[in-house]
């Protein structure tokens, strides 16, 4: 139900936008957001995004990811700039939300796009 897509490798320094559609029986969605994961270690908060609150950022990628997208729509995208060795991971999109209908809670994750940053 959530779709990444966006990652590749890059150059320290470079860029790369992320994408991650959510579809299927969505509701009214609450929380989007991204996570990594590099190897070896446990998957992180990079920023999340809810509805009537400012976007919240990991202090590792303040002033240099953006988080941005339509909730309404499902769509949340980050934008990735003066990326480093240390951002190399597997980014996973995460939404939070009340399916229509029976109104029941979820909480989805998409697979992960993978990020390489070489130096």
Avoid at 83 to 95: I, N, V
Wanted: charge should be positive; proline fraction near 3%.
């Amino acid at each position: 139900q959530l779709q990444a897509s966006g990652g590749g490798l890059v150059q320290v320094g470079g860029s790369l936008r992320l994408s991650c559609a959510a579809s299927g029986n969505i509701g009214s969605i609450n929380v989007m957001g991204w996570y990594r994961q590099a190897p070896g270690k446990e998957r992180e908060l990079v920023a999340t995004t809810t509805k009537g609150s400012s976007p919240n950022y990991s202090d590792t990628v303040k002033g240099r990811f953006t988080i941005s997208g339509d909730k309404a729509k499902g769509m949340v995208y980050l934008q990735m700039n003066s990326l480093q060795p240390e951002d190399t991971a597997d980014y996973y999109c995460h939404a939070e939300g009340i399916e229509w209908g029976r109104r029941n809670k979820y909480s989805h994750w998409g697979r992960g796009t993978q990020v390489t940053v070489s130096s």
